[in-house]
């Protein structure tokens, strides 16, 4: 067995340039041996060549990836021991379910009393009745194939599995099962999983840890709740969560309470977060934002979009004194109160409640 705390992949400074598109931009990301990471970010942003780089269909520009500590830029995919499941599974449409699943084992030249039982213990792994192994796959559901694809990818026990939005091809409900089913894998087999993903909600409900990573380069390494709660950067509360973004400038400091200008309006924030600062961006989130309630920081607004989503409500209400819209959602015992487009509202939070960042743009 090895030591859980282990590094078992390590992505160091790592840049893949496409001419002059920098596709990925000087990662580090060092994985441990049984986490559950995901690297989330836009499309574009460089997610797929980073798996790519790992698995060994793109080398590096510059920089290294380590896998058991040996470099492996040099090594081709099959010397590399990872499964795979992409987007679109890629299953052998007129192969049985077994056959698909044996496959990587005979590659692997192993014996068929070898391969029997490792199909039949992995069907039970992933849930898929026994009886299904000599069905074809293109009899099954979407939900069935996905099965069956995580099933070939980690027969043989790869040292590491890459996902690469393997659930975005499947419908909503179905993903949200499936992402349990994943959750759940993980836990009864102990595999490290690189998962990489545009989808927040996906990588908050699943990750160990969460790499966020925009325009190639990595915005922030850390466990889901602590990117939820400490956003490193505007990009990251803004990508993650629901959130709205005001750029002002420090107007004067009172004791604790620091006051931002923006626009025609002024946002009360702690002092020590503007501490030396003078252009900021205020990120407020929209369960952050109360409706018609007495708050530190309030503003008379304008309902311009309504969502009653039964438990919740969510608004967006434009606010004069910025010049903008604030995303708010209601969750409150009377949110089933409904304000309609075009009301007048208030709407506002405290002075703690928002997270404040240098303003990158304005130097
Ligand atoms: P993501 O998976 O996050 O959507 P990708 O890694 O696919 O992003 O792409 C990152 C950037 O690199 C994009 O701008 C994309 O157009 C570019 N890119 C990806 N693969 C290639 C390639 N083979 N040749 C040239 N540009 C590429
Ligand atoms: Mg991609």
Redesign the pocket.
Known sequence: MTDSSETVVRIDGVTKE??T?R??DDVTIPITDGEFITIL??????????L?MIAGFQKPTSGEIYIDGRPVSDEPPYERDIGLVFQSHALFPHMTVKENIAFPLKMRREHTDDIDRKVEDVLELVRLPVDYADKPVDELSGGQQQRVAFARAIVYEPTLLLL?EPLSSLDKKLREEMRAELTRIHEETELTIVH?T?NQTEALSMADRIAV?NG?GLEQLDSAQDIYASPNTPFVADFIGNTTLLSGSVAGVDGDVATVSVADGTVRVPAATVDGLSDVVVAIRAEQVALDADCDNTYPATVEQVSFEGDRTQYHVFVPAFGETVRLIDQSADARVVHDRGDSVTVGWNVGDGFVYPDEDDE
């Open positions: 496409y001419g598109l596709a990925v970010g836009p499309s574009g942003a460089g997610k797929t060549t980073l790519h690469d990489v545009h990573i190639g």
